[in-house]
C-alpha cells in the first residue's frame, strides 16, 4: 500500500501505519490542544500511542489465526479505521475466513473486559466522553476498544465484519455471489455513512468514501476471478510483442521502444528463454547514465518469475494482485518464451467477458 511507512517488525509481518492514520492522531492532538492545552494534548497522544498499541493486537489476532491455517502475512497497515493484514491467501473454507475475520475484534473486546476489571466500575457516561481527559485513560481505553471491535464488526468490506457477512454467506452460495452480495452491503452502509456524514462529522464522509472504494475493490477482485474461471494464461496473454535478445545494447533497446507501442519487453537468451524484463521507464532511465553501448542485462529486470501457458488464468490474476508486477512472462513446456501477460490483458479479458459472457477463446497454446 502506498503512503505507508514501516515502524517495525513482529515474526514474519512487517508493521506499516499509512500517512492517513497519522493525519488522525494529529488532528485528534491537535484538537485537545485547542480545547484544554498542552497538558491535555500530552494526555491524547498518550492515549494514541495506546489505541495503536490495540490495533496492532488486534490485527495479530487475525494474523495469528490465519498462521493456524498456514497463511502468511508479509505484513500489516494501520489506517484510521484499524488495520488491513495483507494475507497472502485467502482461507479456504468459509469456517476459517470467518476464524481470522472475527479475531481481531475479539482482541479488543478481551482487552476492554480486562480494562474495565482493573476499573472495577463501569460509568456509561464516562465511556462516551473518549476525548475527555476528566475520564479515567484506562475507562477511555476499554470505551475505544469496545468502539474498536464494534465499528469493525460493521458489515462492511473492508471491515472484519463485511468478512463475516462474506463468510456466513459463502456457506450458504458460493464465496463469488457472496462477495457481491457483501460488498453491495457494504457500499449500501457507505453510502449511508456518508450522508450522517454532511449532517455531523466530516470524518464520517472520509471514511465513507475509504469504505466504498474499498467494496468496490473487493466486488472488482471476484469479478476479475468470476471473469476468468475455466480460462488458461495462453487465452489471455500478448503474442505479438517485441522481444530483445540478450546481447542487446541500450542502443537496441531505444530502437525497440520507439518501433513498438509497447510499455514492457521481455529479453531472452539465446535458447528463446526469458531472462529479464525491460520497462519504457527502465529503459528512459538507463539513459541517463548508460551510453549506447551498454548491455541490456545492466539495467533490466532480473530474476523474473515466469508463468506456463497452461496455468489458469485465475492464478495469474493472484499473482498481480500480491505482487507489484508490470508484466508476466509466459512460457512453455521447455521454458520457451511464448507469450506476455499484463494488466492491460486481463483488463480486456474482462471487458470482452462482460459484453459476451458466453465468447470462446480460440487460443490454447500450451
Ligand atoms: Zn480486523
New binding site residues.
Given amino acids: 500500500m502506498r503512503w505507508s511507512l514501516t515502524i517495525g517488525r513482529f515474526g514474519e509481518t512487517a508493521v506499516k501505519i499509512h500517512v492517513t492514520f497519522l493525519l488522525l492522531l494529529a488532528w485528534i492532538g491537535f484538537s485537545a490542544w485547542r480545547q484544554q492545552g498542552a497538558a491535555a494534548a500530552r494526555d491524547s497522544v498518550v492515549f494514541i500511542v495506546l489505541i495503536f498499541a490495540c490495533v496492532v493486537l ?2 495479530f ?2 494474523i495469528l489465526v490465519a498462521r493456524r491455517f498456514g497463511i502468511k502475512t508479509p505484513e500489516v497497515t494501520l489506517l484510521p479505521i ?4 495483507s494475507m497472502q491467501s485467502l482461507p479456504e473454507k468459509p469456517s476459517q475466513e470467518l476464524a481470522v ?1 472475527i ?3 475479539l482482541v479488543n473486546l478481551a482487552i476492554a473486559v480486562v480494562l474495565l476489571a482493573l476499573v472495577g466500575r463501569i460509568d456509561a457516561a464516562d465511556m462516551a466522553r473518549l476525548d475527555d481527559p476528566r475520564v479515567s485513560l484506562l475507562a477511555r481505553l476499554a470505551a475505544a476498544n469496545v468502539f474498536l471491535a464494534v465499528f ?1 464488526l460493521v458489515p462492511a468490506f473492508p ?2 465484519g463485511g468478512r463475516v457477512l462474506r463468510a456466513l454467506l459463502a456457506m450458504k452460495m458460493g464465496r463469488p455471489r457472496a462477495t457481491r452480495i457483501a460488498a453491495a452491503i457494504g457500499q449500501a452502509f457507505a453510502f449511508g455513512l456518508g450522508f450522517l456524514g454532511l449532517f455531523g462529522n466530516p470524518l464520517l464522509i472520509f471514511i465513507a468514501i475509504f469504505v466504498y472504494v474499498a467494496a468496490a475493490g473487493e466486488a472488482q477482485m471476484t469479478a476479475f476471478h468470476e471473469s476468468a474461471r475455466g480460462l488458461t494464461v495462453a487465452q489471455a496473454m500478448e503474442t505479438r510483442f517485441a522481444a530483445v535478445p540478450a546481447h542487446a545494447k541500450l542502443s537496441d533497446a531505444v530502437e525497440t521502444l520507439l518501433a513498438t507501442a509497447e510499455p514492457e519487453f521481455p529479453v531472452v537468451d539465446a535458447f528463446g528463454k526469458p531472462i529479464g524484463l525491460m520497462m519504457r521507464r527502465d529503459i528512459l532511465a538507463a539513459l541517463k547514465d548508460h551510453d549506447r553501448e551498454a548491455a541490456v542485462a545492466d539495467f533490466m529486470r532480473a530474476p523474473i518469475e515466469t508463468l506456463r501457458a497452461t496455468t489458469p488464468l485465475e492464478a495469474a490474476i493472484d499473482r498481480f494482485a500480491q505482487q507489484d508486477v508490470a508484466g508476466l512472462c509466459v512460457v512453455d513446456r521447455d521454458g520457451v518464451l511464448v507469450g506476455l501477460l499484463t494488466r492491460q490483458n486481463l483488463a480486456e479479458m474482462m471487458m470482452i467477458k462482460s459484453m459476451r459472457p458466453d465468447w470462446r477463446f480460440e487460443r490454447s497454446r500450451a
Fill in positions: 488486534h490485527e489476532g487475525h484499524g488495520g488491513v493484514a475475520a479475531a481481531g475484534p469493525n471491515m472484519d
